[in-house]
């Protein structure tokens, strides 16, 4: 079994920025791609960004720019830089490994 447990979520104004974790533990073998996921109040989850075992990145056009995952294998946890956050950006937050293992979310709040 595969855990996954973010942190860093809060509340944040306008332009502001934020940087999520999500530590992995359990079974882990190999990463086939990790990523961040986001879920609003009524709306589905969307990918926000992801990172594959080569380290090629994929965003969602709304965070290209803004955004950047990283990884550290070392200590198998994925990053996600959060920069000139909206209002819009505002969702519980996910980690994901192999479109298969999902941590808990963590609230991003971005409201004046």
């Known amino acids: 079994q595969v855990q996954l447990v973010e942190s860093g979520g809060g509340l944040v104004q306008p332009g502001g920025s934020l940087r999520l974790s999500c530590a992995a533990s359990?079974?882990?073998?190999?990463?086939?791609?990790m990523g961040w996921y986001r879920q609003a109040p009524g709306k589905r989850r969307e990918l926000v960004a992801a990172i594959d075992s080569g380290g090629n990145t994929n965003y969602s056009d709304s965070v290209k720019g803004r955004f950047t995952i990283s990884r550290d294998s070392a200590k198998n946890t994925l990053y996600l830089q959060m920069n000139s956050l909206k209002p819009e950006d505002t969702a519980v937050y996910y980690c994901?490994?192999?479109?298969?293992?999902w941590g808990q979310g963590t609230q991003v709040t971005v409201s004046s």
């Open positions: 994901n490994k192999d479109y298969r293992y």
């Open positions: 359990g079974r882990i073998f190999s990463v086939v791609v």
